[in-house]
DNA sequence: GCATTAACAGCCG
DNA sequence: CGGCTGTTAATGC
């Protein structure tokens, strides 16, 4: 169980609920720490409750059948995400893993569930989050055949700043450029030359070990 | 050719 | 020392 105001504080979406759904919500959350480079979770692991990102970052990522890695997505502190595990009853179907010291938000299968029942203002919030995300996904078919380099750098970034799926508070990212590199599907190389020609467009600004976002529509857009 | 992998020097905490 | 960056050389599609 956590307070009400330390709820307010790690899920952004708690803003529209009413007192009873804010009572359930906060009843049903704990937290929990991992250390850089934990594994949260192994693809095939029953994770019941719906999971949210308090501080750090994790991606989600999976082994190819030759054996090689692959990242599918990076999640950034604020993002609350698995829902769609949760509603199907499935076992996750992606590793999770820490990228940084990490905190998460853990709310029991029961709570959420009562949530989607009972709270209008949290199943808006659902579909809001399922639409964006599918928005994501019919762009990645596209640019995943169509856009260079730079671009497949520049829309990983951008989508681990979106408006809807985070509360803006931090515009600087904690993450290597080898990280970035698996999040876009690109070799380390490849990645540095692209984040180059991002900072000379005035997109973002390079930082040892991370970086800091200038001009997120640019970034979003980039490519197009 | 081009991009990716491997490898290495330099840098910073 | 360890992790990250920026390059270069070798390699594979």
Redesign the pocket.
């Given at each position: 169980m956590i307070s009400l105001e330390r709820l307010r504080e790690i899920a952004f979406w708690s803003a529209e609920l009413n007192e009873r759904e804010l009572d359930y919500a906060r009843r049903g959350i704990v937290e929990k720490t991992y250390a850089k480079g934990a594994y949260i979770c192994h693809r095939g692991d029953r994770l019941d409750p719906w999971t949210g990102v308090v501080s750090g970052l994790i991606k989600l990522s999976t082994v190819s059948r030759a054996g090689k890695a692959v990242t599918i997505t990076g999640i950034r502190a604020g993002s609350w995400f698995g829902e769609g595990t949760v509603l199907k009853n499935e076992p996750r179907k992606y590793d999770l893993v820490t990228l940084r010291d990490t905190r998460m938000a853990l709310m029991d299968r029961a709570t959420f569930f009562w949530l989607f029942e009972n709270s209008v203002a949290f199943n808006r919030f659902l579909i809001r989050q399922f639409n964006e995300r599918l928005g994501q996904f019919i762009a990645l078919v596209e640019y995943g055949r169509m856009l260079d380099?730079p671009a497949r750098v520049a829309r990983p970034l951008a989508w681990l700043f979106n408006p809807i799926l985070y509360r803006e508070l931090e515009w600087h990212l904690e993450i290597?450029?080898?990280e970035i590199g698996l999040l876009s599907g690109?070799?380390?190389?490849?990645a540095?030359k692209s984040?180059?020609l991002l900072e000379d467009r005035g997109l973002l600004r390079?930082e040892?070990?991370?970086i800091s976002i200038l001009d997120l529509e640019g970034l979003a857009r980039f490519g197009d």
């Open positions: 380099a290597s450029q080898e690109v070799s380390r190389p490849a540095n984040l180059k390079l040892r070990g991370g």
